[in-house]
């Protein structure tokens, strides 16, 4: 009987670069559009040095604040080294609980308007599945 390894022809250098961890490849890599928002708290941020970085299409990184006084649940939206303001707190525990648990989520401006103080923001948040 044969062997079944003897018929699957391997490159070894193909091989080696991968398990040296050369490449990195997800197939199964998708994202998936969880909530449509609007940022909360952008009017008690200092904005002025970003505002007009944040652009349609900017992505911002999403970070747990588990230890925020206000709000156990509490998700910061940061563009750079600035927080931008918050996903809003009625829409925010299921989110905090799935990163919680290890999922990756980023926010992308899908619009942007300035209404005295209030910078208006208009998010996506995306599940990197």
Known sequence: MNDVRSLVKVNPGLLGALSKGAFSLNVFCREILVLECLAAGTSFR????????????????????GK??????????WF???????????????????????KQFYASISAKEMEGNWLKLEIKVILKD
């Not at 200092?46 to 604040?65: F, Q």
């Open 68 to 77: 925020n006084e206000f709000d156990e649940f509490a998700v910061a939206l």
């Open 46 to 65: 200092k904005l002025d040095k970003v505002v007009d970085d944040l652009k349609e299409t900017v992505h911002l990184e999403m970070k747990r604040e």
């Open 80 to 102: 750079r080294d600035t927080k931008v303001g918050y996903i809003p707190r009625q829409k925010n525990e299921v989110l905090a609980r799935l990163m919680d648990a290890g």
